[in-house]
Antibody, heavy 119, light 109 residues
Framework: QLQLQESGPGLVTASETLSLTCNVS??????????WGWIRQSPGKGLEWIGS?????YYNPSLRSRVTISVDTYKNQFSLKLSSVTAADTAIYYC?????????????WGRGTLVTVSS | SYAVTQPPSLSAAPGETARITCGGNNIRTRRVHWYLQRPGQAPVLLIY???NRPSGIPERFSGSISWSTATLTVSTVEAGDEAAYFCQVSDTTGDLPVVFGGGTQLTVL
């Protein structure tokens, strides 16, 4: 069964770059069946899609200039980098996959990892 | 970019039917999906493409749509249904393909 697990620092200094990795098990990150993506949730707030990758990258326009998503096929992982972070980037970050049918619904999610931006 | 709205809260007694709405302009022309999120847990896909259930999701959960509103119906509400419910719209016409509603907290009385 496909499983996703986020990892990375729980504390990031303001103006620095947030870096997270999502380990994929139960399928290959090279699979053409899925887009691999990141979604975040600020404390007590709703969900915000950050971006996804399927060959090319798809980004939330509000975060486009600061986001990079990449895939490491050897480690079966994909990663998120968010630069120039501020307190507003404090959130639970989830990795998730959506199907390549283009319908953009997220069938598998990691448990999420809390990232706090400190000043 | 496209936007959707959900009521922040809803309550229902056990055995009742709860209807959670997701409003958006011409939402019927878009793909609508629903997630359940319990406290401290990741969201779980409940319904995709308006009214399709992934395997393992009980038939008590169903979806429907009109021109301006998508609805998640929870039949025969149980205590374990108390959670936050999020709608998500797929909008491939613009530059933001994934839009989430703000979520509705369902309280089981």
């Amino acid at each position: 069964q496909l499983q996703l697990q986020e990892s990375g620092p729980g504390l990031v200094t303001a103006s620095e770059t947030l870096s997270l990795t999502c380990n994929v098990s139960g399928d290959s990150v090279s699979s053409t069946d899925y887009y691999w993506g990141w979604i975040r949730q600020s404390p007590g707030k709703g969900l915000e899609w950050i971006g996804s990758i399927y060959g090319k990258m798809y980004y939330n326009p509000s975060l486009r200039s600061r986001v990079t998503i990449s895939v490491d096929t050897y480690k079966n992982q994909f990663s998120l980098k968010l630069s120039s972070v501020t307190a507003a980037d404090t959130a639970i970050y989830y990795c998730a996959n959506s199907y390549s049918n283009g319908y953009w619904y997220f069938g598998h999610w990691g448990r999420g990892t809390l990232v706090t931006v400190s000043s | 970019s496209y936007a959707v709205t959900q009521p922040p809260s809803l309550s229902a007694a056990p055995g009742e039917t709860a209807r959670i709405t997701c409003g958006g302009n011409n939402i019927r022309t878009r793909r609508v999906h629903w997630y359940l999120q319990r406290p401290g847990q990741a969201p779980v896909l409940l319904i995709y493409n308006v009214n399709n259930r992934p395997s393992g999701i009980p038939e008590r959960f169903s979806g429907s749509i009109s021109w301006s509103t998508a609805t998640l119906t929870v039949s025969t509400v149980e205590a374990g249904d108390e959670a936050a419910y999020f709608c998500q719209v797929s909008d491939t016409t613009g530059d933001l393909p994934v839009v989430f509603g703000g979520g509705t907290q369902l309280t089981v009385l």
